[in-house]
């Protein structure tokens, strides 16, 4: 429960710390929201993901545009998704080259591309995808 | 007084930056680095060494949560190798290069656009902010973020945002902790906060540190060995 308000009071001070006019960061709040967070393992293990997943997730090797859409968003910049959906081992790590892809746009990119996927129900161009950019 | 220092240090820190391209010996420069993600209350830790040499070619050692390495090239030329069971990824093109490593970047004196030209932007703006130098690029291709600010002090980059056709910061990137070298300076953390939706948003923190420039070690020639080791 400490740990719990802690993080909250990490993020919102991250929050404050971070707004639009500022170009400088908090990095003491940045330490505490880290430090106060339980620490997951970036390898794709589907029974303990932290995000919430919809019930309707398949098992890996049929993925769902939903459950890859969830896995962008939550897990990004982890490269999670792109394991969901198959790709290369070690394609995590290779989201980390920079900050989670590129200063962390390339998930992003992924995410946006996914929801187009969602709306016109598919993704096959992205599964099974072995590039860094799934979308080029 | 202060304000003669300032400058005096701006001055010397742009000669730095104007001379990084103009000196592409082949510096080598090698780094701890620790990568925290946070989210949602959980974290992710990533620890890796990253070797980087003048010519583009760059080693990077996973140690944690799985030992890998990945040898590549500017021209993106990758390969993966796992040592704990020898799987050699090598294949195709995956289209990772050197060049998106920001070890590299700084190396190689990009400091001016971070290599968002590359991807396509091109300066439109350049304007003073309070002290601050503050740099807008556009993309007629990337509609889905068609501009990204780079803001500098003292000549060099401190924030980065890549902003939504709205004019919305959706990823913010903040450099600070800046480590000075002959000719070369490096940011020792960077912290980004992606933010994929309007009420979620993660964090990443950047740490770098054992930076060492122009020192002998042998993983700077670090070579997957032949099929993958088995």
């Not at chain 2, 989210?39 to 760059?58: E, F, M």
């Not at chain 2, 600070?176 to 979620?200: A, G």
Request: charged share 15%; hydrophobic share 45%.
């Amino acid at each position: 429960m400490k740990k719990l308000l802690l993080v909250l009071v990490a993020v919102f001070a991250v929050s404050f710390a971070a707004n639009a006019n500022s170009y400088t960061l908090d990095d003491a709040a940045i330490d505490a929201l880290v430090e106060n967070s339980v620490e997951v393992s970036p390898v794709l293990d589907m029974a303990n993901l932290p995000a919430p997943l919809p019930a309707n997730v398949p098992a890996v090797g049929s993925p769902s545009p939903v459950g890859a859409f969830l896995l962008c968003m939550f897990l990004g910049e982890f490269g999670v998704h792109r394991h969901y959906l198959g790709t290369r081992p070690g394609m995590w790590a290779i989201y980390t080259f920079t900050v989670g892809g590129i200063f962390g746009i390339v998930p992003l990119v992924d995410w946006v591309m996914l929801l187009i996927g969602l709306v016109d129900d598919n993704i096959s161009p992205y599964v099974g995808n072995t590039k860094f950019f799934m979308w080029a | 007084m202060s304000a003669t220092r300032n400058s005096l240090c701006g001055l010397s820190l742009l000669l730095l930056l104007l001379a990084g391209p103009l000196c592409p010996a082949q510096r080598r420069v090698s780094a701890d680095v620790e990568v925290k993600q946070a989210l949602a209350g959980k974290v992710v830790t990533v620890t890796k060494s990253v070797y980087c040499s003048g010519n583009g070619r760059l080693v990077i050692h996973f140690h944690a949560p799985e030992e890998m390495f990945v040898v590549t090239n500017p021209l993106g030329e990758a390969r993966v190798y796992f040592p704990k069971t020898g799987q050699d990824d090598a294949g195709e093109n995956i289209g990772l290069s050197s060049r998106d490593e920001l070890l590299f970047l700084f190396l190689s004196g990009r400091v001016d656009d971070l290599g968002v030209t590359q991807d396509g932007y091109r300066l439109v703006s350049t304007a003073n902010e309070d002290g601050l130098l503050k740099k807008t690029f556009v993309s007629e291709k990337n509609g889905n973020l068609p501009r990204v600010e780079i803001v500098y002090q003292n000549y060099l980059p401190i924030y980065l945002a890549y902003l939504d056709p709205s004019g919305k910061a959706v990823n913010k990137t903040y450099f600070s902790n800046y480590s000075y070298f002959q000719r070369f300076v490096f940011p020792c953390r960077v912290t980004n906060i992606t933010y994929p939706t309007p009420r979620d948003s993660s964090v990443t923190r950047t740490l770098y540190s054992n930076l060492k420039v122009d020192v002998d070690d042998p993983l700077f020639d670090y070579d997957i060995p032949a099929a993958g080791g088995r």
